[in-house]
């Protein structure tokens, strides 16, 4: 047999692309985030079609980009790196199939009623069953397995979910629900719970394989301190805590983070690039939280920049670090090796961050000089 066809990799399928839940939320979730960065670095946004064609949604602007972002791009991202991160853990069959390309429906159906529909249930009733359905699934292996340090992954997601469905409600009637903007905040600080739950797992241990080092040990308190810290700081913006008690959380949860990386740090880090952009994620997202803290009390004009902190630093980092990663141990590739070009696009991610950040000071600048 002609050894070219022996080794040939198999077609490219639609079966394929369905087979593990990472393949069409990575992808979707990564053109989303492009496609909505760029258009609202124009300055586009809903609503779109000019006067014939107008349609009056109900997300527009800032509300519909950060919806999106948090939502829509970071909720792709997390329920596909959770699905396959579970299959690892339990050893059961990944969510595929039929099953996965119903989740992504939904995922898809929210995505256009976010940018088109005027109602308020036609965003928030696909958004629900896509929740529902990713903790579901979730929740059906580890339980199966009994694996009880797992339970909190599926109840991580649902909060996630019902965040989104406080912020389009709060959209609908800020009376009743509060501050939208508040959903919104409290929705970057549930994925921030989320990346510490996963890169407590397996930062060091990435490290550890990809640099032959011994891993060092995280212990429980940790857990609690960056997970729960990170969800009761999202609790602590819904409810309007005074300010004390937000600088309070912030700072305890920021220090924690903190004190996860500097106890992780080995100088053998910068030798690989998907090592060190982990790290880099982590620590960015610790500190975003802890100057997150100082901006509120100061009440100073920092607050939007520093969460941008987490979600363009900290967020963006950890997050094409580990679908690299992830992509990349699931396809024959070596996912300690960085692809060429990622490299740069790593480098991106900060020079992103600190033009976020130069940003912000120009606009506390213009204003003071006023």
Known sequence: MNAKLMHARPAPSFSAWLAMAFRPFYLLGSLLAVVTVLLWGWGIAPPFGGTTLRVD??????????????????GAIVVGFLHTAVTN??????????RLGALVLLWLITRVAATFSP??????????????????TLWFRVWKRQQVR??????????????????????????????????????????????????????SFFTSRALSLEQV???????GLTVLGAEALACALLFDAPRFV?????VATGVAYLERSVRWYHPRIW????????????AATGLGILAFGLAVWSESGWRSAVL???????????????ITRTALGHTGGNPNRAPRGLRFAFFLIGAATATRLFAGLCTILSVNSV
């Open 217 to 223: 040990p995280t212990p429980a308190y940790s857990l």
């Open 150 to 203: 797992n339970y909190p992954v599926p109840l991580l997601v649902l909060v996630l979910g019902a965040l989104e469905l406080g912020f389009l409600a709060s959209i609908g009637d800020q009376s009743v629900w509060g501050n939208p903007l508040a959903f919104l905040e409290a929705g970057v600080f549930a994925i921030a719970a989320i990346i510490a739950f996963m890169g407590l797992r397996v930062i």
């Open 246 to 250: 937000v600088l309070v959380l912030s």
């Open 271 to 282: 030798e690989n690039p998907m090592v060190w952009v982990l790290h880099l994620g982590f």
């Open 89 to 98: 853990w339990t050893g059961l069959p990944p969510l595929a199939g039929i």
């Open 308 to 322: 941008h902190l987490i979600t363009v630093g900290g967020m963006g980092w950890m997050i094409l670090g580990m």
């Open 119 to 136: 109602s308020l249930l036609g965003i928030a009733i696909p958004a629900a069953l896509f929740w529902l359905a990713a903790a579901e």
């Open 57 to 74: 949604p109900l997300l527009t602007g800032l509300f519909w980009h950060g919806h999106e972002m948090v939502w829509g791009f970071g």
